[in-house]
Structures are given as structure tokens and as C-alpha cells.
């Protein structure tokens, strides 16, 4: 069995225009990745930058205009392998909205699983499993439209949780909440990867997101600009920029004061990494005067 739970192979994608005559342009342009289980991989890019056509192409929802798409060796375009495909990997999407189908918590997270004709006693078990990895059993008998915006998404997690895929792959799942919604959003992904071993890719335009992830792709016109750890991405500052991109604030900080000739290290990504070193830094050069 391949250590590569995801791997993308010369992929290209264009969408139908609206018209026979009309040709889009290509969404995504001979792009090659693979993702290993267990990982944590963030995908950045600008609107129509491709990232969002990555994540349908990652469970066959999209079929490669060329190239290949495997899925733990399976390939998508295979549709007598799509049921196994997707109940691998799972794509939760921007709105929960859309995706919750049922009007009450529980049987909202157990809708998936029945479809798959899990039996009853393992449904029960598997809901009860995921609304408590998402943080939202207490709320399992609570009306869905009730719940706030990062509730909301929770939910959303929790029903892909219970389908029980080896990879989950999420397309902007913050992007419609608030801080305190991003927050636990972003809390309860980090446990799934790190406490539950699952792997993740995570689609996002917010960089303190994406700084907490174990590799950074950058997408820009449809192709692959940047692959690396988030302090080998974002350590080149201007290239992030240059695709429309911001960089962490605590970097964009610590660039800013080594243009005014404060000595700043080139990686610093956190706010905590740059509070330890300019204290450390600049709190010994103080007692030192003193």
C-alpha cells in the first residue's frame, strides 16, 4: 500500500464555458502533488487561483481534463472505484448550510453513514464518536439552524467524521465565520490530524491558518507556485505577495523592523516566536545598559 494517501500526477482541469464555441481557461494546469497520510497540508491561492478545483478533484466530485488523480492508489476517473474514493476522502465545503440536510444535530451527522448502509447499533456509535471529536455532543439534539456559524461547520466535520474517511479535505471551511467560529473550527481540525491521526488538507485564505499546518502549497494562475514548510513558504515574503497573497502579521512585523535596521531572524511566523525573541533580544540588551 502507497504512503501517498493523495497524489495528483501532471493534473489539468478546465471548466465548460457556456457555449460550445466558448474555452475557459484551464482551472488547474499540470499540477503534481501527493500528500502522505497523516499529513497536514495547507493550500493557499488567490480567487481563481485553482485551490478550490483541487479539493473537487481530490474525491472525483471533478475528473482530470488529463493526467491523473489516485486516491491510496485508486484512480478517479475509475467510477466503478468512485464509492470507495470517496468514502477515503471527504471534502467539507465553505457553507455548512449546504451541507446540513436534517433538523436535528444527530440525525443530521448519522445521514451519511445510513447511506452507506452502515448498520444502526454502529451509527449510534459512530455519531456519538464524531459530535464528540468536533466538540458539539451536547448540542446533539439541537436544532442545526439554531447553532452558530462555527457550530454550524462542526456539525458539517462531524457528519464527514462519521463516514469514517482516511483524508479530509476542507475548501475554505472558515471563510464565513468569525473569529470565535474560525477558532474552533481551526481547534477541532488540529485534533483530528494530531490526536486522531487523520489526514488533512486544508484550503484557506487566512495565513494564521495556514501557519499551522506541516506544508504550504501556494496556487497561483492555475498552477503550483510554492511547496514547503510554512517558515520555508513564507520566508519569501515577496514571492507570497506577489500572488496576491498576504504573509503572517507577526512576519510582515519582523520584516518591517529589519528595514529599519532592527536585527529580526527571516522565519518568525507566530506572535509567541516573535514576543520570545524580541524580549530575549532587546530584554537582555536592556539589563545589560541597566
Do not use: W
Not at 488529463?66 to 468512485?82: F, I, P, Y
Not at 448502509?117 to 459530535?131: F, S, Y
Not at 439552524?145 to 475548501?171: N, T
Request: aromatic share 6%.
Amino acid at each position: 500500500m502507497t504512503e501517498n494517501i493523495l497524489e495528483f500526477q501532471n493534473v489539468s482541469f478546465r471548466y465548460e464555458g457556456s457555449s460550445e464555441k466558448e474555452q475557459l481557461p484551464l482551472a488547474v494546469r499540470d499540477v503534481s502533488f501527493s500528500v502522505k497520510k497523516g499529513d497536514f497540508v495547507a493550500i493557499l491561492g488567490h480567487n481563481g487561483s485553482g485551490k478550490s478545483t483541487l479539493a473537487k478533484l481530490s474525491n472525483s466530485i471533478l475528473l482530470p481534463e488529463s493526467g491523473k488523480v489516485l486516491v491510496n492508489g485508486m484512480d478517479t476517473a475509475d467510477e466503478s472505484l468512485s464509492y470507495d474514493i470517496r468514502r477515503t476522502v471527504g471534502v467539507v465545503f465553505q457553507n455548512p448550510d449546504n451541507q446540513i440536510v436534517a433538523s436535528v444535530v444527530e440525525e443530521d451527522v448519522a445521514f451519511g453513514p445510513e447511506n452507506l448502509g452502515v448498520p444502526p447499533e454502529e451509527i449510534r456509535k459512530r455519531v456519538d464518536n464524531a459530535l464528540k471529536a468536533v466538540g458539539m455532543y451536547e448540542y446533539r439534539k439541537h436544532e442545526p439552524h439554531k447553532l452558530s456559524g462555527g457550530q454550524k461547520q462542526r456539525v458539517a466535520i462531524a457528519g464527514m467524521i462519521a463516514m469514517l474517511p482516511e483524508c479530509i479535505v476542507l475548501d475554505e471551511p472558515t471563510a464565513m465565520l468569525d473569529p470565535r467560529g474560525r477558532k474552533e473550527v481551526m481547534d477541532t481540525i488540529l485534533k483530528l490530524n494530531r490526536e486522531m491521526g487523520m489526514t488533512v488538507v486544508f484550503i484557506t485564505h487566512f495565513m494564521e491558518e495556514a501557519v499551522r499546518a506541516s506544508r504550504v502549497i501556494v496556487m497561483d494562475n492555475a498552477e503550483i507556485l510554492m511547496d514547503g514548510t510554512p517558515r520555508e513558504v513564507f520566508r519569501q515574503a515577496d514571492r507570497v505577495k506577489a500572488a496576491g497573497l498576504d504573509v503572517p502579521k507577526p512576519a510582515e512585523l519582523a520584516r518591517a523592523l529589519q528595514k529599519k535596521g532592527v536585527p529580526m531572524p527571516d522565519d518568525i511566523l507566530t506572535a509567541s516566536e516573535f514576543t520570545e525573541y524580541f524580549l530575549k533580544r532587546f530584554g537582555e540588551s536592556n539589563n545589560a545598559t541597566t
